[in-house]
Nanobody, 122 residues
Framework: QVQLVESGGGLVQAGGSLRLSCAAS????????MAWFRQAPGKEREFVAA????????YYADSVRGRFTISRDNAKNTVYLQMNSLKPEDTAVYYC???????????????WGQGTQVTVSS
């Protein structure tokens, strides 16, 4: 059974940092693009960041570029999201996702985690 398990969420003050992790298990993700999405209350799930298997391709949403960094350790089947200079508008449930090909649309992603809550207080 394929599992993507996120961790590292929590409550942080504006300007602070958090590091999210996503551990993949149940199958091999060789060649898969890994990404982070988020969903705030009352809003649609939106793309945050993606990184290709080789690491050659990385893409960020405009709202997080320069503040968030996505990385991955393929030997550990783990992807990370380092979030710095957090703002209240970053408050959301953050989801890890995996796709066979490069992309950043929700419908391109085949596997999803359960999500981890990030709350940024002002």
């Amino acid at each position: 059974q394929v599992q993507l398990v996120e961790s590292g969420g929590g409550l942080v003050q504006a300007g602070g940092s958090l590091r999210l992790s996503c551990a993949a298990s149940g199958r091999t993700f060789v060649g898969y693009t890994m990404a982070w999405f988020r969903q705030a209350p009352g809003k649609e799930r939106e793309f945050v960041a993606a990184k290709s298997w080789s690491g050659a391709l990385t893409y960020y949403a405009d709202s997080v570029r320069g503040r968030f960094t996505i990385s991955r350790d393929n030997a550990k089947n783990t992807v990370y999201l380092q979030m710095n200079s957090l703002k209240p508008e970053d408050t959301a449930v953050y989801y890890c996702a995996a796709a066979r090909n490069w992309g950043y649309r929700r419908d391109e992603y085949d596997y999803w985690g359960q999500g981890t809550q990030v709350t940024v207080s002002s």
